[in-house]
């Protein structure tokens, strides 16, 4: 149907909101830390490889997640 844009692969695994315990596997172009959720790419600014860390999940994109550390 028009003006309808087609799901493409299966949903995120996170939520805005949710918390997961991560470890940073790498650095992006833009210098966030990368972290996997169940494959999942997740963007953490101010981290950096090797830092395991707590995260709490700030945007969900189809391809991508941003998230912050969750400071206790």
């Not at 959720?37 to 945007?59: H, M, Y």
């Amino acid at each position: 149907m028009y003006g309808q844009r087609e799901q493409r692969g299966p949903p995120a695994p996170v939520n805005v909101g949710d918390t997961h315990d991560v470890k940073i596997e790498s650095k992006g172009k833009g210098g966030d830390g990368i972290a996997r959720i169940q494959g999942f790419v997740v963007f953490v600014p101010g981290t950096n490889p090797g830092d395991e860390i707590k995260v709490r999940i700030s945007a969900v994109r189809r391809r991508f997640a941003t998230a912050e550390v969750v400071t206790e």
